[in-house]
Structures are given as structure tokens and as C-alpha cells.
């Protein structure tokens, strides 16, 4: 399938979908919102496909969504803009969260708005030391949408996840890594490559495992503890009957490395 507005491809396991829309700081309008959904369907679909690598062409990652898709004459109708997170974003960050396999978000500049919490969805964040997240919603009379006031509290906390929801003061990658709302910091020029390192070393890992692994931790945050007991047995029952968790015990046996099909 062609693409307009998004980069995808699948190579050694590993689904890129690069969102490519510069000269809009890769925001997000119609066009592209379907581009995405269709791209996540096919990498679901596809069992060659064990990682997801997500990130984007130029300068910035994403700076939430394209305000001219949606420009408000003084005299018209206000949108319901709850539609177009029902419709769009809420599935985009279901998905992400649902995909039976790693999920590597590589930014690679300003994460603005919806931009900014897309990553979060993620497994794994690598930012470029340019990157600044900005939860820029309330410059302009919105709330935090994308999961964002979901993720922040849980993973830095409820004070500086308001710190952010209520001044929209950019945070750098730095500050990102030391508040342990991100995985790693690169170098610019080495993001891409150092993702993409990544990404290809997790497709040769149990995949199916890692799947299970994500799914579990995913809900740890709602569960009991008893339900997360059941979670962990019923989800280890599954784990042991791949072909995977074979090979691996195989491996080990014999003293050899494994090699896992992510089946």
C-alpha cells in the first residue's frame, strides 16, 4: 500500500512507521490519522512483524494536531472536538498499548500536545538530546487528551505530572530521563541508528514472551494483586506452550545460543 503522509516498512522483524508530514512538524490531520491506523492494522496482521519502531522525518516528532484541519471561523459552529478523540487519537493510543509485541518510540525533536503523549503509550522511548516535550494543551484552553493525564501521574508522579499539564513548560530529554518518563537519550545525528539497533535485537528475542511480558505490566497498574497473581499464571500458561519457550529451554541445554521465530 502507498502512502502519503507516513513512512512504513517491514525488515528483520522490525515494522518502521515513520510519520512524514515536516512541513507540519509531522502534526497530525485526517489524512494522517487513517495512514497510522492503517499501517498498525498491517503490522498486527503481520507475523513477520515482531517489533514496532515508531518515530519521524525531520526536525520535530509530532506536534500534536494541525490546527488549520481544524480552523473555527469567528461565526461558525464549535467542533465537538471529543468526537475526533473518540474517532482518531483514542484508538491510535488503544492500539499501541494492545500490540502483541515492543513498541520503540524514537523522538526526534519537539513532542507537542498529542505528540507529546503518543510516546508514552510506548515501551521504550529514546529521544534525541533536542527533543523537549510539551504538554501544550493549556496554552490554549484545552486538556491533556492521548492518555497523557493517564501516563504522567504514573510515571513521574501527580506534582510534576500538573507541572506540566498546567504551564506547558517544555521538559527536556534530560529532565525526561531523570524523571524516568523515558528509556534512553542519544546523540541527534545517532537516534535513528541507535533505535533501529534496538528494535532488531528485540525481533530475534521471544517475541510472543515480550508480548505477554507488556500485557502483564500494562495491567499491573489497575489490577489487585490477586488479579495480577491470576494475570501472571494464565499468561505463563500461554508463554509455555510456544514454540519459543522451547527453543529457549532447548538452548539452554544444549549451550548454544537461541533461536527464536516468535511463535
Not at 4 to 25: C, F, K, M, T, W
Not at 41 to 51: F, G, I, L, Q, Y
Not at 53 to 73: H, I, M, P
Not at 214 to 235: G, T, Y
Request: hydrophobic share 45%; charged share 25%.
Amino acid at each position: 500500500m502507498k502512502f502519503e503522509h507516513i513512512i512504513y516498512s517491514v525488515d528483520a522483524g522490525v515494522a518502521l512507521l515513520s510519520l512524514n508530514r515536516p512541513q507540519a512538524l509531522n502534526s497530525f490531520n485526517e489524512a494522517m490519522h487513517l495512514e497510522v491506523r492503517e499501517a498498525l492494522k498491517m503490522t498486527a496482521d503481520n507475523p513477520e512483524a515482531r517489533v514496532l519502531l515508531l518515530t519521524a522525518e525531520g526536525r520535530g516528532f509530532c506536534a500534536g494536531q494541525d490546527l488549520s484541519d481544524r480552523n473555527v471561523a469567528p461565526d461558525a459552529d464549535m467542533p465537538d472536538l471529543g468526537l475526533s478523540i473518540e474517532k482518531f487519537y483514542n484508538p491510535m493510543i488503544r492500539r499501541l498499548q494492545q500490540l502483541p509485541m515492543p513498541v520503540i518510540c524514537a523522538v526526534n525533536g519537539v513532542a507537542a500536545g498529542a505528540g507529546a503523549n503518543i510516546p508514552l503509550a510506548c515501551d521504550l522511548v529514546l529521544a534525541a538530546r533536542s527533543a523537549k516535550f510539551i504538554q501544550a494543551f493549556c496554552k490554549i484552553g484545552l486538556v491533556p487528551d492521548s492518555g497523557g493525564t493517564w501516563f504522567l501521574p504514573r510515571l513521574i508522579g501527580m506534582a510534576r505530572a500538573k507541572q506540566l499539564a498546567l504551564l506547558g513548560e517544555p521538559l527536556s530529554a534530560e529532565q525526561a530521563l531523570a524523571w524516568g518518563m523515558i528509556y534512553r537519550v542519544t546523540d541527534d545525528e545517532a537516534l535513528r541508528d541507535e533505535a533501529l539497533v534496538l528494535a532488531r535485537e528485540l525481533a530475534t528475542q521471544p517475541t510472543v514472551g515480550l508480548g505477554y511480558i507488556k500485557r502483564a505490566l500494562n495491567h499491573s497498574v489497575s489490577n489487585s494483586f490477586d488479579e495480577q497473581l491470576i494475570l501472571e499464571r494464565d499468561l505463563q500458561s500461554l508463554a509455555g506452550r510456544t514454540d519459543d519457550y522451547r527453543e529457549g529451554v532447548a538452548a539452554f541445554m544444549a549451550k548454544r545460543p537461541a533461536e527464536f521465530k516468535g511463535r
